[in-house]
């Protein structure tokens, strides 16, 4: 059903919708710039490269240059960060293309296809074989999701909110096409949708990645320092959001989630964590306390997510029947390609994990380490995989952390002590325990002063003007930037300054 609503569609923008280049920024120029353009022609035509021609070019320049500037600030002088930075990237960030690439053997990859080819097995490298059915979870409610709702209307409500981008996807269908039509397509796909559910079947289309590499920090050459961003069907990620409204009402209706999980979440974001955070540390603090905290890191997290372990937790959390059967099968059979310049790998199957770049995914990851503190005595934060425990307590910590590499021992997760770090906040009459060591899996975590959590900038000593003077060098490092670029004027620039804060 699906193939036949793709041919149509195919069809449809083939023999309806131009294809041509568009330049988002393009503007007319004011009615001045025009008349000074037609009288420098003049000029030309009469007089040649004469004086009157030079002083009208100059007029032209420094006008053009006015305009320039004068069209950036509107745009710039905004007071969303987001919407600035948006404007420069659109406008004076280049895509950074992927330069020669070095195999295990130390060998230079320089065709797209072998650079696709290598970043793929490098990706496919993180997934794990689900080696053991671990059953031992207990049910959290008895309560489960009932049925779902896929009304034309509410299909049309989420296509007209969509974000009208052009980007490539698995079934060629962007997501300008289904903003622009989604009165007329609103009928079709909510009967594919409910198909699709009540069979338990998704189209392949819907379980295909295309994956851009995006270059993380470290060598350029070294593929493992990429990251896979996933493209998928802008149509899949419609049922996703459908999806997945139904299963956050729910768990939100039963308080299901953990309140120490602030990722993917609404009402919960970076700011909640760390003003929760801080709190506690400031308590401490004030009492002459010494805060313990380390921070974990696991290796891959999202890849590594067993399939049969995630259907487990799932079905305990309520997730039944039709639902479960159908996420069962949006979890299987899953592929993805690498592309490069235009250029594919060969398609891969993705043998674990929670699909990135889905709508669907981040949900799912947090299902499946919701109960990851269920038996730690310390405080305990999470913002999706990025997990930190802290105690006034040395030895609660040390127990919680040998209870974490347990669970992860049975979820097949993994954590990379090395990547993990130490910090111990405390009062300058107090002074450091030179006593502090915490071990994962008998390796001792690295100890630090100065800490990176969620953007903010964290010392020993609870005091914040190390973070403040390391985002105002920031600031006017790339306020002084902007300027010689000739983006927008200086005084305009350092009032923006708030916005790199």
């Known amino acids: 059903m699906y193939e036949y609503f793709l041919s149509i569609a195919h069809d449809l ?104 080819e290598l970043l793929s097995n490098c990706f496919s490298n993180a997934f794990t074989e689900d080696k053991s059915t671990n059953t031992d979870f207990p049910y959290r409610t008895n309560h489960f999701i009932n049925s779902l709702c896929f009304e034309p209307f509410i299909v049309e409500s989420i296509l007209s909110k969509l974000t009208p981008k052009c980007n490539t996807t698995p079934d060629g269908i962007p ?15 909510s009967i594919i949708f409910r198909n699709s559910y009540n069979q338990a079947v998704l189209p392949s289309f819907w379980k295909t990645a295309l994956v851009k590499p995006l270059h993380k920090k470290g060598s350029r050459s070294d593929p493992n320092n990429y990251r896979p961003i996933s493209l998928t069907s802008a149509v899949g990620k419609v049922m996703e959001k459908m999806v997945r409204k139904s299963i956050i009402l729910f768990l939100d209706d039963f308080k299901l989630l953990s309140n120490s999980q602030y990722g993917f979440r609404s009402k919960m974001g970076t ?79 993705v043998l674990s994990g929670v699909p ?20 730690f005595n310390s405080d305990y934060l999470l913002y999706a995989d990025d997990l930190k425990i802290f105690s006034t307590d040395k030895s609660s910590i040390q127990r919680d952390l040998d209870s974490l ?9 993994s954590v990379a002590p090395n990547k993990c770090e130490t910090i111990a906040f405390y009062h300058s009459k107090r002074g450091m325990d030179k006593d502090t060591k915490f071990t ?55 009032s923006n300054v708030s916005l790199f804060m």
């Open 356 to 375: 990135q770049g889905s709508v669907l995914g981040p949900l799912l990851f947090l299902l499946f380490v919701n109960d990851i503190g269920d038996n």
């Open 271 to 349: 700011e909640s964590q760390l003003l929760s955070y801080q709190s506690k540390l400031v308590t401490n603090y004030l009492s002459k306390q010494t805060t313990f905290s380390v921070y974990i890191d696991f290796r891959k997290a999202f890849d590594t997510v067993g399939t049969k372990k995630l259907l487990i937790k799932l079905e305990r959390y309520g997730i039944r029947n039709h639902l479960l059967r159908w996420l069962e099968n949006f979890l299987s059979n899953r592929t993805q390609r690498v592309i490069i310049n235009g250029v594919m790998s060969e398609e891969k199957s």
């Open 13 to 116: 923008i083939r023999k309806f919708v131009p294809v041509k280049k568009v330049n988002m920024l393009a503007r007319r120029h004011s009615t001045a710039v025009i008349k000074l353009q037609k009288t420098k022609l003049k000029v030309w035509r009469r007089e040649g490269n004469s004086p009157c021609y030079k002083e009208l070019s100059t007029k032209l320049k420094n006008l053009l240059h006015k305009e320039d500037l004068d069209f950036n600030e509107i745009h710039l002088n905004k007071s969303s960060p987001k919407a600035f930075f948006n404007f420069i990237n659109s406008r004076y960030k280049n895509d950074q293309e992927i330069g020669i690439l070095k195999d295990a053997k130390n060998t230079q990859v320089t065709s797209d296809y072998m650079k696709a």
């Open 440 to 494: 994962i899996g008998g390796a001792t975590v690295p100890i630090t002063s100065r800490i990176r959590d969620l953007g903010m900038f964290f010392t020993s000593d609870l005091s914040f003007s190390n973070h403040i003077d390391t985002v105002l060098r920031k600031a006017h490092q790339r306020v002084n930037i902007f300027s010689m670029c000739s983006v927008m004027r200086v005084s305009t620039l350092s």
């Open 405 to 413: 590499s347990t669970w992860c021992e049975n979820w097949q997760m």
């Open 175 to 189: 997501a300008i096409f289904l903003k622009r039509t989604c009165t007329s397509i609103a009928l079709p796909l």
